[in-house]
């Protein structure tokens, strides 16, 4: 199968993806909380994550809308493996139909 670049259309992020940073200062990135679990240990980062993580099936509140039409991720250096791995999952639905939405503004 192809692999689907992302186009930044946002149409993942308004459903699609289960986990989101909770706060401004909540970080669910990989590593951060791979390099937490080394140090405070499995039980505490498993809370970290419950206190720390949103669970939605809406629009993500991270997500800005730019004028050219593409989307910025608000929480890209504190969002999660779910964010970070959706391209990889090829060809998702949502991209194409982000990549047409994107072509028909564009036109
Ligand atoms: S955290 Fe960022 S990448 Fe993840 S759903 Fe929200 S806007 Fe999208
Ligand atoms: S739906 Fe696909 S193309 Fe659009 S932002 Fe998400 S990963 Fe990227």
Redesign the pocket.
């Given at each position: 199968m192809t692999e689907?670049?992302?186009?930044?259309?946002?149409?993942?992020?308004k459903g699609?993806?289960a986990m989101i940073p909770k706060y401004s200062t909540s970080n669910l990135a990989p590593q951060f909380l791979e390099n937490m679990e080394e140090t405070e240990g499995y039980e505490y980062t498993s809370k970290y994550v419950d206190d720390h993580a949103d669970y939605q099936g809406e629009r993500c509140k991270w997500l800005q809308d730019n004028e050219d039409s593409t989307?910025t991720c608000l929480a890209h250096d504190r969002k999660s493996s779910d964010c970070i791995n959706?391209?990889d999952a090829t060809m998702?639905t949502?991209?194409?139909?982000?990549?047409r939405k994107?072509e028909a503004l564009r036109t």
């Amino acid at each position: 199968m192809t692999e689907v670049k992302c186009f930044r259309c946002g149409t993942c992020c308004k459903g699609y993806i289960a986990m989101i940073p909770k706060y401004s200062t909540s970080n669910l990135a990989p590593q951060f909380l791979e390099n937490m679990e080394e140090t405070e240990g499995y039980e505490y980062t498993s809370k970290y994550v419950d206190d720390h993580a949103d669970y939605q099936g809406e629009r993500c509140k991270w997500l800005q809308d730019n004028e050219d039409s593409t989307t910025t991720c608000l929480a890209h250096d504190r969002k999660s493996s779910d964010c970070i791995n959706y391209p990889d999952a090829t060809m998702q639905t949502e991209c194409r139909v982000g990549k047409r939405k994107m072509e028909a503004l564009r036109t």
